[in-house]
């Protein structure tokens, strides 16, 4: 199923179409689309452009308005469960002088961040989380906080903050090195595939898995399922200065997960869907579009399926 992004998605931002995006696709759409920071990179970088002045006045990456036509929801939505594919476990941060309080069965506040970046000179946020991986370096955000999608421009300037609190970053801030996002997003706007891996730098000599820890992840997963999605809420009646976590039952619908919530809006685009098995965090969806940006009753995630399988195992080692 294909959705095209609505106007609302691109708050205030004029596509630059790729030569490449008038072509006929070719690839399937769960494809990586990659863009890597030496192609770009200024002579300032990410962490020293993100001043605390900048980081305030940057507008949310807001949640796509989707409305899912009744010709394309189930007829009758199965609540029986399928085993995921568990493509990584949860990681403790290692000793270093910023390790967060974390263990390895926690879900924990400082492995989500707000992530900022440009498009075409504005700046924008979005939110972010931290998995497990071998690189140690691996972030899952919304394929539309790294790439406007429908054959327009890549983020630039992406920079992740893990544990953001009141415009203040007490783990450091990490630039990214790749951004990888899918075909159908990148050329299509297609929902479906809204999803990104972003791979970061070092702080201080460290990679982010070792600061912060990795949540696990899932994917390959049917039927019911019950997540915490998280967000740094920016639009509406949220500021963005304080992680927002919303607790419900997701039901599939098409190639997407959609749950009731209403505090997820724009700005917590990208933050991660974790499904708890136990005390231990996996994250298995990403914020993604909603049928409000501003005062959101439903939210939505791509299905992570053999695709987010594929592009995990790609980019894992860093």
């Given at each position: 199923m294909?959705?095209?992004?609505?106007?609302?998605f691109?708050?205030a931002?004029v596509a630059?179409?790729?030569p490449?995006?008038?072509?006929?696709r070719?690839?399937?759409p769960g494809t990586?689309?990659?863009?890597?920071?030496?192609e770009?990179?200024s002579?300032q970088?990410?962490?020293?452009y993100?001043?605390p002045?900048?980081?305030a006045a940057?507008?949310?990456?807001a949640?796509?308005?989707?409305?899912?036509?009744d010709s394309?929801r189930p007829?009758?939505?199965s609540d029986?469960?399928t085993?995921?594919t568990v493509l990584?476990?949860?990681?403790?941060p290692t000793?270093?002088?910023?390790?967060?309080?974390?263990?390895?069965?926690?879900?924990?506040?400082?492995?989500?961040?707000?992530?900022?970046?440009t498009?075409?000179?504005a700046?924008?946020?979005?939110s972010a989380?931290?998995?497990?991986?071998a690189?140690?370096?691996?972030v899952?955000?919304?394929?539309?906080?790294?790439?406007?999608?429908?054959?327009g421009?890549?983020a630039?300037?992406f920079?992740f903050?893990?544990g953001?609190?009141?415009?203040t970053?007490?783990y450091?801030?990490?630039?990214?090195?790749t951004?990888?996002?899918?075909?159908?997003w990148a050329?299509?706007?297609?929902?479906?595939?809204?999803?990104?891996?972003?791979?970061?730098?070092?702080?201080?000599g460290y990679?982010?898995?070792e600061v912060?820890?990795g949540?696990?992840v899932?994917?390959?997963?049917?039927?019911t399922q019950?997540?915490l999605?998280m967000?740094?809420s920016?639009?509406g009646?949220?500021d963005?200065?304080?992680?927002?976590v919303?607790?419900a039952?997701?039901e599939?619908e098409g190639?997407?997960?959609e749950?009731?919530?209403?505090?997820q809006?724009?700005?917590?685009?990208g933050?991660?869907?974790?499904?708890?098995?136990?005390?231990v965090?996996?994250v298995?969806g990403?914020?993604s579009?909603?049928d409000?940006?501003?005062n959101?009753t439903?939210?939505?995630s791509?299905h992570?399926?053999?695709?987010v399988i594929?592009?995990y195992?790609?980019?894992a080692?860093?």
């Open positions: 294909q959705r095209s992004s609505a106007a609302a691109l708050v931002l630059l179409f790729l490449e995006a008038a072509t006929a070719t690839q399937e990586a689309v990659v863009h890597h920071a030496a770009a990179r002579a970088s990410g962490t020293e993100w001043t002045e900048r980081r940057a507008v949310p990456r949640l796509g308005e989707v409305e899912v036509p394309v007829q009758a939505a029986a469960r085993a995921p990584a476990e949860p990681t403790s000793a270093s002088p910023l390790a967060a309080p974390l263990g390895a069965a926690a879900v924990s506040h400082a492995t989500v961040g707000k992530v900022f970046f498009v075409d000179g700046g924008y946020v979005c989380s931290v998995v497990s991986s690189g140690k370096n691996m899952f955000t919304a394929g539309h906080c790294l790439h406007d999608g429908n054959g421009s890549w630039e300037k920079t903050y893990p953001f609190e009141n415009n970053a007490p450091g801030g990490y630039e990214f090195e951004l990888v996002t899918t075909v159908g050329e299509d706007g297609d929902f479906d595939y809204d999803f990104g891996i972003a791979l970061m730098g070092q702080f201080q990679e982010v898995v912060v820890g949540n696990g899932w994917a390959g997963y049917s039927g019950n997540f999605a967000g740094y920016a639009a009646a949220y963005g200065m304080t992680l927002q919303c607790d039952q997701a599939p190639g997407q997960y749950m009731d919530c209403t505090n809006t724009g700005g917590a685009s933050g991660p869907w974790v499904e708890k098995t136990g005390s965090p996996y298995s990403v914020n579009n909603a409000d940006r501003d959101p439903v939210i939505r791509p992570f399926g053999s695709w594929d592009l195992n790609e980019y080692q860093g």
